[in-house]
């Protein structure tokens, strides 16, 4: 008799505890509270690093800040438009570059004096410097800026203005691409479109490198993001 309540005993103290019983898969690290520790997009990523001053499609570009950056806030993309979007302008750079050797055939300022016009051909130059500066820089700082917290579009229209909007991860409702044309198709750049629930519903990032693949990035953060808001991890 005394063997039966033995095992009886046992019997009752195996099943009281089964419900506290954790299960452990190998090679993944857990933590009590949170489950089973995933791979971010941010650490997904940074074996993919892909970083140039002049690239248009930056992977996790470690040195990258602006000016609203949070501490723990980590950069997964930086976009410009593609390059082939800023062929016009190099065009007209050089078509104005070699304006002044038709002179030797068209004679227009002719009737200055050789001062003046040594004159008026430097400050011709001078404007093409300017110009050249000029678009430079506003493609070069023009960029998008994907988080793995938000979307930002930096906006830099010329050396006095610039237009900053931004949008959160988790307001983004929709995020489509379009890309129509042959120069699109064959250069694979496109217009990535997102429906927001903040004040600025439609937000949209232009000619940007692979739009295939920012959306699937922008999906996965916003996956991670409601990831984050069920394991109470949102910051």
Avoid: C
């Avoid at 996790?60 to 438009?81: H, S, Y």
């Amino acid at each position: 008799m005394p063997d039966i309540f033995v095992a009886e005993e046992k019997e009752s103290l195996s099943q009281s505890h089964t419900g506290s019983v954790k299960f452990f898969t190998p090679g993944v690290k857990t933590k009590q509270g949170l489950g089973a520790r995933y791979e971010t997009v941010a650490e997904r990523l940074v074996k993919e690093r892909r970083i140039g001053g002049l690239r248009s499609f930056n992977i996790m570009p470690g040195r990258v800040r602006f000016e609203t950056q949070e501490v723990r806030e980590k950069v997964i993309l930086l976009l410009r438009q593609h390059w082939v979007t800023q062929v016009k302008w190099i065009l007209v750079a050089l078509l104005m570059t070699f304006l002044p050797w038709g002179l030797n055939f068209i004679p227009l300022i002719d009737f200055l004096p050789g001062n003046y016009q040594l004159m008026a051909i430097v400050i011709w130059y001078l404007l093409i410097i300017a110009f050249i500066y000029e678009q430079f820089i506003s493609w070069y700082f023009h960029v998008f800026i994907i988080t793995d917290e938000r979307v930002i579009d930096i906006n830099f229209l010329n050396l006095l203005y610039k237009e900053v909007s931004e949008a959160k991860i988790d307001n983004i409702e929709d995020v489509t691409y379009t890309q129509g044309g042959v120069a699109r198709a064959w250069f694979d750049f496109g217009d990535v479109a997102m429906q927001t629930a903040g004040e600025q519903r439609q937000f949209t990032i232009d000619a940007v490198p692979e739009p295939n693949r920012v959306v699937k990035i922008l999906n996965e953060l916003k996956l991670e993001e409601e990831h984050e808001k069920i394991m109470g991890k949102v910051r």
